[in-house]
């Protein structure tokens, strides 16, 4: 039986969305409270920050490996509506994708 199918790939890639635009409304609340409260909470606003930073890049790796999934040249499933080069030129994004945001989730 397969654990983990496509559906709950979607439902990942949906819920990781949904943290980071939470995320981003907190830390947009938070700025703007900061400014009228002298700076209070600045450690918690540089917690969300680097959460926020880590969810962006989650998403974008999880997209990433959407893209190679659907798009692989070489699995059996085709998507009709592209031609080959298509094909292979999205799956080559998304790889390219993995590499640069596993690069940049290292540097930080």
């Known amino acids: 039986m397969d654990f983990f199918t496509y559906q709950h790939f979607i439902l990942l890639i949906i819920i990781i969305k949904i943290i980071f635009v939470l995320l981003l409304i907190l830390k947009t609340i938070l700025k703007k409270y900061n400014e009228k409260n002298e700076n209070k909470y600045v450690i918690l606003l540089d917690k969300i920050i680097k959460y926020d930073e880590y969810f962006e890049i989650f998403f974008h790796i999880t997209?990433?490996?959407?893209?190679?999934?659907?798009?692989?040249?070489?699995?059996?499933?085709?998507?009709?509506?592209?031609?080959?080069?298509?094909?292979?030129?999205?799956?080559?994004?998304?790889?390219?994708?993995?590499?640069?945001?596993?690069?940049?989730?290292k540097t930080m």
């Open 63 to 105: 997209m990433g490996l959407l893209l190679v999934y659907l798009f692989n040249p070489r699995y059996p499933i085709q998507i009709n509506l592209f031609d080959y080069e298509t094909r292979l030129l999205l799956f080559l994004f998304g790889c390219l994708t993995i590499i640069y945001f596993i690069k940049d989730l």
